[in-house]
Every structure is written in structure tokens, then in C-alpha cells.
């Protein structure tokens, strides 16, 4: 039940969420179904006071999958992929790697908690 939000100063193509959940599914190893994703492009972006080149403002919050080991693959792709189809420079992107607490996060009228427990 990742959810990602990706903010851009750069206009994506009208099929780049649909890609993009679709490489994020594979990535990270979870259904498309429960993945949400919010593209937010030509959004006003500065880094070090420069906003003419390329931006991007990427959080992943997701129960379960992130660590210390795992941020580092995550957020490898996750840059090789935007620097190939939004043209970003590695250094101007940034991931934000939020771990949630099942209890805390509301789903089909419950938690993501007992969801879980209804799984097992």
C-alpha cells in the first residue's frame, strides 16, 4: 500500500503515472492495485535559489518495505528512472522515505492494521 508523491518544476507526458506506477510496482515488489500515486508536475521548485533546471520531489511512504537496506536499491531505480524519462539530474532529485505505522493509516473503512491480521 505504498504511496508516492512525485512534485516536478519539468511537464510529464500524460502516460508518465501510468508508467511510473507501473515501474514502481515492479520496484518495489507490491500490486499496482494498492499502490497510490500523485504526479504533481510544473509545480514552482527551487534548489539552492535555481529553478531552471529539472526538480524532483519524490516521497515514498509505505508500511513494511522500507529500510536502511532496501532505501538504498529503491532510491537507485527510482533515480535511474526519472533521470531517463523526465531528464532530472541525479542531484536535483530527492527522496523522501517515510516508514508508516500500520495502525495509523485508514483503508476500506479500518486500518491498514487489521487488514493485515485479515490476511493472515
Do not use: W
Not at 492495485?33 to 527551487?46: C, R, Y
Not at 533546471?53 to 537496506?69: C, P, S, Y
Amino acid at each position: 500500500m505504498p504511496i508516492v508523491k512525485l512534485y516536478t518544476n519539468h511537464k510529464v507526458t500524460a502516460n508518465f503515472g501510468k508508467d511510473f506506477s507501473a515501474f514502481l510496482s515492479t520496484t518495489l515488489n507490491k500490486p499496482s492495485s494498492g499502490l497510490f500515486v500523485i504526479v504533481k508536475d510544473q509545480e514552482a521548485l527551487t534548489l539552492g535559489g535555481e529553478s531552471d533546471d529539472r526538480i524532483v520531489v519524490l516521497e515514498l511512504k509505505a508500511v513494511g518495505i522500507l529500510n536502511n537496506t532496501s532505501n538504498i536499491g529503491y532510491a537507485r531505480a527510482i533515480t535511474e528512472y526519472l533521470t531517463q524519462c523526465i531528464d532530472v539530474k541525479p542531484e536535483r532529485c530527492i527522496i523522501d522515505f517515510v516508514l508508516l505505522d500500520p495502525a495509523f493509516i485508514g483503508r476500506q473503512g479500518t486500518t491498514v492494521e487489521e487488514l493485515l491480521k485479515i490476511e493472515k
